[in-house]
């Protein structure tokens, strides 16, 4: 099997995925994420707590024609786990601050796209609502 990795953009590998380019965060970065940067592997770093107010964040994640809108306290692990069960290459759309409160009101907003879950319709509606957001 040939590698998948035809460039880089910034911290992130460019992958060609069916004809498309997709864009990656390697694994050595998440190892780096969830290690920390000066540790040895094995030796896993702990940041001190903060509340979990101010760590939650709302995602837009798309695979194929449709995007997860959900929340988490630590993105690089829900995404390398979100990846593992995904048809589809992931694509990181949006991330901002906040909890269930906001995602709620994101998942309410966007209704009439909704498919199942936390998945929503990919659509120009969709796209510009996310794009509006802080």
Not at 19 to 44: A, H, I, T, Y
Not at 111 to 122: C, I, N
Request: with cysteine.
């Amino acid at each position: 099997m040939t590698d998948p990795v035809i460039g880089m953009d910034g911290a992130l590998e460019i992958w060609l995925i069916d004809g498309k380019e997709v864009r990656v965060v390697p694994r050595r970065v998440m190892e780096m994420l969830s290690n920390g940067f000066d540790r040895p592997p094995g030796e896993r770093w702990q940041a001190p707590p903060e509340p979990v107010a101010e760590r939650s964040v709302v995602y837009f994640v798309k695979s194929g024609d449709f995007v997860k809108i959900g929340r988490t306290t630590n993105f690089p692990d829900r995404l390398a786990k979100l990846q593992v069960g995904a048809p589809h290459a992931l694509e990181v759309l949006h991330v901002i601050k906040g909890g269930s409160k906001r995602e709620a009101e994101i998942h309410r907003a966007l209704r009439d796209y909704h498919y199942r879950g936390e998945w929503f319709h990919y659509c120009e509606p969709l796209i510009a609502y996310f794009e509006s957001l802080e």
